[in-house]
């Protein structure tokens, strides 16, 4: 796609920044398979040490990461882990904890802001010897929440269900996918977010801005059966140094402008809400870079499938409606505010012509 798009499709598009491409050029690589890649081992020992774990490592996708975490955690025959229906484990990654992992699902509400409820967790722990049923091995949450609109989960949240984890002897894992996003807005160091988690996998290729790749953290110990998971998921990289390269500035200079995108988002937000027909509430449906929002088919006569058509073809605006009537946008460095301020003109425009 060209560089002349406005792309609000995902935050997974950004290109990366110069500096990144200059590093990935200079970067010292060796074979990773076989330990020898200097760049990686960096980045796997500055995202340890920033996320608070004993080890990370680099993986080729968050839907990798997750994978490798979970059946790392549930290794046994007949486990199953506890997650919310709307996760993006669940709804997004081809049920391969399921195919590849030998996992069951066992689902539960995912509330509007993205938290399960504990007493939904509890319920659903099946402990028991009954050789009917699987035996729960793990709770997956997600932070920020991807399908609800980047929801934060908090710190007191996430202890909560530490707590009840610990009671029950099950693992913890964390889809931080969006995990900087979250510890930015609540300006909270991102180790905190993930204490009380066995595992994380964290994505450097969405807002983070690196071309490919995610971290996995956790223990020593679960990092090298982690590492034997990701060789037979075929995703041993050799000179992977060019990416690890690119990631290191996802950690180190990254963080610091997510904070301009989540205001971008707030003010995109805002102006949407301004418009007859449009239907979102900046207040409470918008913590960080995702905007979901509404039209109402009552008041207009055009669909957002139709009006993402016009703007790929007319204005040179990317964005992907889920449905007719609701969209996903999403805010990344790419996006300037006056990006958002010619999206909201031309939005205001069509919908204005499209009254009923
Ligand atoms: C919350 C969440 N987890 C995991 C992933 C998977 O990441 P990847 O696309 O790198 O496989 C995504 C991707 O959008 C995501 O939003």
Same mark, same amino acid.
């Given at each position: 796609?060209?560089?002349?798009?406005?792309?609000?499709? *995902?935050?997974?598009?950004?290109?990366?920044?110069?500096?990144? /491409?200059?590093?990935?050029? @200079?970067?010292?690589?060796?074979? @990773?398979?076989?330990?020898? @890649?200097?760049?990686?081992?960096?980045?796997?020992?500055?995202?340890?040490?920033?996320?608070?774990?004993?080890?990370?490592?680099?993986?080729?996708?968050?839907?990798?990461?997750?994978?490798?975490?979970?059946?790392?955690?549930?290794?046994?025959?007949?486990? &199953?882990?506890?997650?919310?229906?709307?996760?993006?484990?669940?709804?997004? &990654?081809?049920?391969?904890?399921?195919?590849?992992?030998?996992?069951? *699902?066992?689902?539960?509400?995912?509330?509007?802001?993205?938290?399960?409820?504990?007493?939904?967790?509890?319920?659903?722990?099946?402990?028991?010897?009954?050789?009917?049923?699987?035996?729960?091995?793990?709770?997956?949450?997600?932070?920020?929440?991807? /399908?609800?609109?980047?929801?934060?989960?908090?710190?007191?949240?996430?202890? *909560?269900?530490? +707590?009840?984890?610990?009671?029950?002897?099950?693992?913890?894992?964390?889809?931080?996918?969006?995990? =900087? $996003?979250?510890?930015?807005?609540?300006?909270?160091?991102?180790?905190?977010?993930? !204490?009380?988690?066995?595992?994380?996998?964290?994505?450097?290729?969405?807002?983070?801005?690196?071309?490919?790749?995610?971290?996995?953290?956790?223990?020593?110990?679960?990092?090298?059966?982690?590492?034997?998971?990701?060789?037979?998921?075929?995703?041993?990289?050799?000179?992977?140094?060019?990416?690890?390269?690119?990631?290191?500035?996802?950690?180190?200079?990254?963080?610091?402008?997510?904070?301009?995108?989540? +205001?971008?988002?707030?003010?995109?937000?805002?102006?949407?809400?301004?418009?007859?027909?449009? !239907?979102?509430?900046? &207040? $409470?449906?918008? +913590?960080?870079?995702?905007?979901?929002?509404?039209?109402?088919p $009552?008041?207009?006569?055009?669909d957002l499938q139709?009006?993402?058509?016009?703007?790929?073809?007319?204005?040179?605006?990317?964005?992907?409606a889920?449905g007719k009537w609701?969209?996903?946008?999403?805010?990344?460095? =790419?996006?300037?505010?006056?990006?958002? !301020?010619?999206?909201? !003109?031309?939005?205001?425009?069509?919908?204005?012509? $499209?009254?009923?």
């Amino acid at each position: 796609m060209s560089t002349s798009f406005i792309d609000f499709r *995902s935050d997974t598009v950004t290109k990366p920044t110069k500096e990144m /491409r200059q590093a990935m050029f @200079d970067a010292e690589v060796g074979d @990773d398979v076989y330990g020898d @890649d200097l760049t990686v081992i960096k980045l796997q020992d500055m995202a340890a040490q920033l996320f608070g774990k004993e080890a990370a490592l680099f993986v080729p996708s968050g839907t990798m990461g997750n994978l490798i975490c979970v059946m790392n955690h549930c290794g046994q025959f007949g486990s &199953e882990m506890i997650l919310g229906d709307l996760n993006h484990i669940h709804l997004f &990654e081809q049920g391969g904890c399921a195919t590849l992992g030998r996992v069951h *699902s066992r689902v539960a509400p995912t509330q509007p802001d993205g938290t399960i409820l504990l007493k939904d967790i509890e319920e659903r722990i099946r402990m028991v010897t009954d050789d009917h049923f699987p035996q729960t091995k793990l709770v997956c949450l997600e932070n920020t929440h991807n /399908r609800m609109g980047g929801k934060i989960l908090t710190l007191e949240y996430i202890q *909560s269900v530490g +707590q009840l984890c610990k009671q029950y002897g099950l693992k913890l894992h964390m889809d931080g996918a969006r995990l =900087m $996003n979250a510890a930015v807005a609540l300006d909270v160091d991102p180790a905190q977010l993930i !204490e009380c988690c066995d595992s994380a996998s964290i994505c450097l290729s969405k807002g983070l801005a690196a071309p490919v790749g995610s971290i996995i953290l956790g223990t020593k110990e679960f990092i090298l059966q982690a590492k034997r998971l990701r060789k037979v998921l075929g995703g041993g990289m050799r000179q992977a140094g060019v990416l690890a390269a690119a990631g290191i500035i996802s950690l180190t200079q990254m963080p610091k402008l997510l904070k301009l995108d989540h +205001q971008n988002a707030k003010l995109l937000a805002e102006g949407l809400a301004k418009i007859p027909g449009c !239907e979102i509430n900046p &207040e $409470n449906d918008v +913590q960080t870079n995702i905007v979901y929002f509404d039209l109402n088919p $009552n008041k207009v006569k055009i669909d957002l499938q139709t009006i993402a058509g016009i703007f790929k073809q007319e204005h040179g605006i990317l964005m992907s409606a889920s449905g007719k009537w609701k969209a996903r946008l999403v805010i990344h460095y =790419m996006i300037t505010k006056e990006n958002i !301020e010619y999206f909201l !003109e031309q939005f205001k425009n069509i919908l204005e012509k $499209n009254q009923i």
